[in-house]
């Protein structure tokens, strides 16, 4: 079958409400979802549970509007890259016109709602979010250069700033840092899965350092990363909304990452291959768990807290 014929017949099938949610990412959603409410809980500064609940609903409507806009516009890669030619552009499910409006009107009812519902500080946040992953990262880091993940890496770590932001009004030290946790977190967890899905980096000409550098520098550069992220993991302990909970919990899984990243570093191609990049899986795996413990360790923290100054 010609590709003219595939692209015909795909464009035939009808564009169900789950293609419309596949195109905000949900997956993606998810995590910008909990580590903005983990932001807006922990925050000194409380807030009505509905200016909450509309807040984070906002949040999440903004990261789905950056997916959709970045479907859009990687609409030619996702159809060369395996793991990604069923989303709904490359298989013709959706029309990419219908994208990019989609994620266009969320952009601008997703700014507009969160300053009305919370504060213009944190919708302006949300907008420059939007134009950064979009923008910044999608139609230029991307294709251009090895760091896009060490530079783009910053769109998806600023979730939890816009909460803080959205109880506070403002920035701080404790919401730089969290913002600094995601940000060392993304090389490390892209890199791993990079090495194992070189091949289509490979035939949709993405410069990811796997493609650029080779796997022996991104396995050095993982542990390197991992290495620069264990201080800004446990320095988050330090500041006021850290604690002994979650002290425990970052040392232990930084201890497990590392001694993950350190196995990655130690493999060479054939042994990786011999054992289907199975250190490389699972540090991917366990990088996003990661990310969710810590976080939710800083939720339970705040939740202790909260019980000793006899708020519940």
Known sequence: MSDATANTSTQDQEAQFGDYVALLKPRVMSLVVFTAFVGLMVAPVGVPAVVGFAAILFI??????????????????????????????????????????????????SVAMLGLAANWFAAGFLAFTIFFYAVIYTMWLKRWTPQNIVIGGAAGAFPPMIGWAVATGGVAIESVLMFALIFMWTPPHFWALALFMKSDYDKAHVPMLTVTHGRPYTRRMILIYTALLVPVALGLGLTSIGGPLYMAAALVLNALFVRGAWRVWRRDEDAARADAYGAERRLFRFSLLYLFLHFGALLAQSGLRTLDMGGW
Not at 73 to 84: F, S
């Open 60 to 109: 999440a409507l903004g990261g789905g509007a950056s997916g959709a806009l970045n479907m859009w516009y990687d609409a030619d890669i996702d159809r060369v890259m395996k793991r990604t030619q069923s989303r709904p552009i490359p298989s013709g499910k959706v029309a990419p016109g219908e994208a990019l409006s989609l994620g266009l009107w969320l952009s601008a009812l």
